[in-house]
């Protein structure tokens, strides 16, 4: 419950612009459930997707795209868009920009099939990034 809720901090303190708590309160959470994917997946879309990465953040970020991935594999979960976005924007941040484009394309796909058309076109407009060798910043990172 503990977890649950620092992820829910960690999402209001980076919708408000306030990229180091909302970090730090998703690291609480993983201390706590080290299992919440939930919490694994916002915290490498934080450190992927701020204005100025750092290249230790960008490896953190791949390391936890990679322990989600894993444990999706090992519970045979369904392919989640989601998941392929921050995957995408992970990879992006690292400069693999034709792997996160294929990325993208598969989440794409996996939205406009379960309907989520607000999904899809975000992929879409970071597709273009890709495409043009840029990665995505989220604007909640951006100072105001």
Do not use: C
């Amino acid at each position: 419950a503990e977890a649950t809720a620092r992820r829910e901090i960690a999402s209001l303190n980076w919708a408000a612009g306030d990229v180091a708590n909302a970090q730090t309160q998703l690291r609480r959470a993983l201390h706590l459930a080290p299992d919440d994917q939930a919490a694994a997946n916002n915290l490498a879309w934080m450190l992927a997707s701020v204005e100025i990465p750092k290249v230790a953040d960008l490896e953190e970020a791949a390391s936890w795209v990679e322990r989600v991935e894993d444990a999706r594999g090992a519970a045979g979960s369904e392919v989640d868009a989601g998941f392929l976005d921050t995957k995408a924007v992970v990879l992006a941040a690292r400069g693999r920009f034709a792997e996160a484009l294929d990325v993208a394309r598969g989440a794409e796909l996996v939205a406009r099939s379960a309907g989520d058309t607000e999904l899809a076109a975000a992929l879409a407009e970071r597709m273009a990034l890709y495409r043009g060798g840029n990665r995505f910043v989220d604007p909640a990172s951006v100072p105001r």
